[in-house]
């Protein structure tokens, strides 16, 4: 099937064009490799790898196989920082020191700001252009066969666990686990209901002060201590996690931001106005049901100290969200605007039910991947022996780096083996999952798999070898 037109695709950045303009954006000094894991109390700081986009291709449009893809990480978090200028982040203890200070203004400035919205369109058609192919709501809609469709959906219904939450419950260490999980909820709830907001500025009615009641709620009735975000961090305080704004960048998954980045790509593109009004109703009609099984599998795991507010406070408000989003904003949208709106309300119900699996299977995936480290690092030698034999060839790529290098985390597009020459490697493969590699040891990394590297010894030799599916090489 052929792309739909895309927003802004006419004015969006080229070849070669765009590339540089990309690198450019990504060169700002906020935006270079880490030395350390972490982002310390700066939320201004997100590792971008500048040296790797000049390499990457974002003209063309990733088919669904390919989402996941390297190209495809990079270009979420490019779209994260160029959507998050828009919001506001301090850091919890000031602007003194530690250069936060410079940092906030590099964040703000009009330079960062104006390069962020040249490549965004472009971004944007390469990070969401295959719901094209992946969404079909062509036909003839009415309100009777909305009505239909909505029903038909069972929003409201309890469903089983997901398969994230499935991979939790079975992991080799589940604390582990469902701290990775609330993790890549950070983008989204820490800053909780800032891409709504951007669709309750402007005039069409009583929907938009129906939607602003909504965001009043997110907000806790502008009382701190009952605001969303609030009770978030108080649930991963009690995980034994901080809560400083993306101090955890490194971890995030790609269908992580995908999910969080496609609200902010329906808010800041308001000819998607529609979409991201099936979207919110999908959203908190099916809310309901997860915060009670997030609710109890937290629990699960961590016992007593879980404190699990912010998941029970949404079990009852956003009973409350779904039927205002339905008869408050759907509804009177179609009387009002006509039954020309419907397929673009339906398509934001099913674009946003297709990321959603997307990242249910991605991160079921990591955690298995976490899990399975030890095998992992076991099935190099049988890699390796194909590999040094000649039996099998591929090719390879020879690293020399110093003590304390750290490669931040990135993924590959097809299966590879590292291979320990010399010195010793700290190979992580998630929030507090690594395994170490000595020499003539390695591992086999899985494609599209996040993990990152430090070395531990004064040098490490080491050699990647991109063999396409370690499987066939021991077959």
Same mark, same amino acid.
């Given at each position: 099937?052929?792309?739909?037109?895309?927003?802004?695709?006419?004015?969006?950045?080229?070849?070669?064009?765009?590339?540089?303009?990309?690198?450019?954006?990504?060169?700002?000094?906020?935006?270079?490799?880490?030395?350390?894991?972490?982002?310390?109390?700066?939320?201004?700081?997100?590792?971008?790898?500048?040296?790797?986009?000049?390499?990457?291709?974002?003209?063309?449009?990733?088919?669904?196989?390919?989402?996941?893809?390297?190209?495809?990480?990079?270009?979420?978090?490019?779209?994260?920082?160029?959507?998050?200028?828009?919001?506001?982040?301090?850091?919890?203890?000031?602007? !003194?020191?530690?250069?936060?200070?410079?940092?906030?203004?590099?964040?703000?400035?009009?330079?960062?700001?104006?390069?962020?919205?040249?490549?965004?369109?472009?971004?944007?058609?390469?990070?969401?252009?295959?719901?094209?192919?992946?969404?079909?709501?062509?036909?003839?809609?009415?309100?009777?066969?909305?009505?239909?469709?909505?029903?038909?959906?069972?929003?409201?219904?309890?469903?089983?666990?997901?398969?994230?939450?499935?991979?939790?419950?079975?992991?080799?260490?589940?604390?582990?686990?469902?701290?990775?999980?609330?993790?890549?909820?950070?983008?989204?709830?820490?800053?909780?209901?800032?891409?709504?907001?951007?669709?309750?500025?402007?005039?069409?009615?009583?929907?938009?002060?129906?939607?602003?009641?909504?965001?009043?709620?997110?907000?806790?009735?502008?009382?701190?201590?009952?605001?969303?975000?609030?009770?978030?961090?108080?649930?991963?305080?009690?995980?034994?996690?901080?809560?400083?704004?993306?101090?955890?960048? !490194?971890?995030?998954?790609?269908?992580?931001?995908?999910?969080?980045?496609?609200?902010?790509?329906?808010?800041?593109?308001?000819?998607?106005?529609?979409?991201?009004?099936?979207?919110?109703?999908?959203?908190?009609?099916?809310?309901?049901?997860?915060?009670?099984?997030?609710?109890?599998?937290?629990?699960?795991?961590?016992?007593?100290?879980?404190?699990?507010?912010?998941?029970?406070?949404?079990?009852?408000?956003?009973?409350?969200?779904?039927?205002?989003?339905?008869?408050?904003?759907?509804?009177?949208?179609?009387?009002?605007?006509?039954?020309?709106?419907?397929?673009?309300?339906?398509?934001?119900?099913?674009?946003?039910?297709?990321?959603?699996?997307?990242?249910?299977?991605?991160?079921?995936? !990591?955690?298995?991947?976490?899990?399975?480290?030890?095998?992992?690092?076991?099935?190099?030698?049988?890699?390796?022996?194909?590999?040094?034999?000649?039996?099998?060839?591929?090719?390879?790529?020879?690293?020399?780096?110093?003590?304390?290098?750290?490669?931040?985390?990135?993924?590959?597009?097809?299966?590879?083996?590292?291979?320990?020459?010399?010195?010793?490697?700290?190979?992580?493969?998630?929030?507090?999952?690594?395994?170490?590699?000595?020499?003539?040891?390695?591992?086999?990394?899985?494609?599209?798999?996040?993990?990152?590297?430090?070395?531990?010894?004064?040098?490490?030799?080491?050699?990647?070898?991109?063999?396409?599916?370690?499987?066939?090489?021991?077959?």
């Amino acid at each position: 099937m052929s792309h739909a037109p895309f927003p802004y695709e006419p004015f969006a950045l080229h070849g070669q064009e765009l590339r540089d303009a990309v690198v450019r954006y990504a060169s700002n000094p906020l935006y270079l490799d880490n030395e350390e894991w972490q982002n310390s109390d700066n939320p201004y700081r997100r590792q971008l790898r500048p040296q790797v986009l000049r390499h990457l291709d974002f003209d063309r449009v990733p088919g669904r196989d390919e989402i996941l893809d390297y190209s495809s990480l990079a270009v979420q978090r490019l779209l994260t920082s160029i959507y998050e200028a828009d919001l506001v982040f301090l850091p919890k203890n000031g602007l !003194q020191g530690e250069g936060r200070w410079e940092d906030f203004k590099r964040f703000y400035s009009p330079t960062n700001r104006v390069l962020g919205e040249m490549i965004r369109p472009a971004l944007e058609r390469y990070a969401f252009g295959f719901l094209d192919d992946e969404i079909e709501t062509s036909g003839t809609w009415t309100a009777e066969s909305l009505e239909s469709y909505l029903e038909s959906l069972n929003a409201h219904e309890a469903a089983g666990p997901s398969l994230s939450e499935k991979a939790i419950s079975n992991s080799t260490d589940r604390e582990r686990a469902a701290r990775m999980w609330l993790i890549q909820f950070i983008p989204d709830f820490l800053s909780e209901a800032s891409p709504m907001i951007r669709n309750v500025l402007g005039y069409y009615g009583a929907p938009q002060s129906e939607w602003f009641k909504i965001i009043i709620d997110e907000y806790g009735y502008g009382v701190h201590d009952t605001k969303h975000s609030r009770l978030f961090e108080r649930t991963l305080e009690s995980a034994g996690l901080e809560t400083d704004v993306h101090r955890y960048w !490194q971890y995030y998954l790609n269908s992580s931001l995908l999910m969080n980045n496609y609200f902010h790509y329906l808010g800041k593109n308001h000819e998607l106005f529609f979409r991201y009004v099936g979207a919110l109703y999908y959203t908190e009609a099916t809310l309901v049901d997860f915060c009670r099984r997030a609710t109890a599998l937290l629990k699960d795991v961590f016992g007593d100290r879980a404190d699990t507010q912010y998941f029970t406070e949404h079990v009852h408000i956003d009973q409350h969200h779904g039927r205002m989003a339905l008869e408050k904003l759907i509804r009177p949208l179609v009387a009002e605007h006509g039954e020309q709106i419907i397929p673009e309300i339906v398509r934001g119900i099913e674009e946003y039910r297709r990321i959603q699996e997307i990242a249910d299977e991605d991160f079921a995936t !990591q955690i298995a991947w976490m899990d399975n480290g030890p095998e992992f690092k076991k099935l190099h030698a049988p890699v390796w022996d194909a590999l040094s034999s000649g039996r099998v060839t591929a090719p390879v790529a020879d690293i020399v780096e110093p003590y304390g290098e750290l490669s931040n985390t990135h993924c590959h597009d097809g299966d590879e083996l590292c291979h320990i020459v010399s010195g010793t490697m700290k190979f992580v493969s998630g929030f507090d999952s690594h395994q170490i590699l000595e020499a003539g040891e390695g591992t086999v990394i899985q494609r599209n798999r996040l993990h990152g590297a430090i070395i531990e010894s004064e040098e490490c030799v080491y050699q990647i070898h991109s063999v396409g599916d370690y499987k066939k090489c021991m077959s």
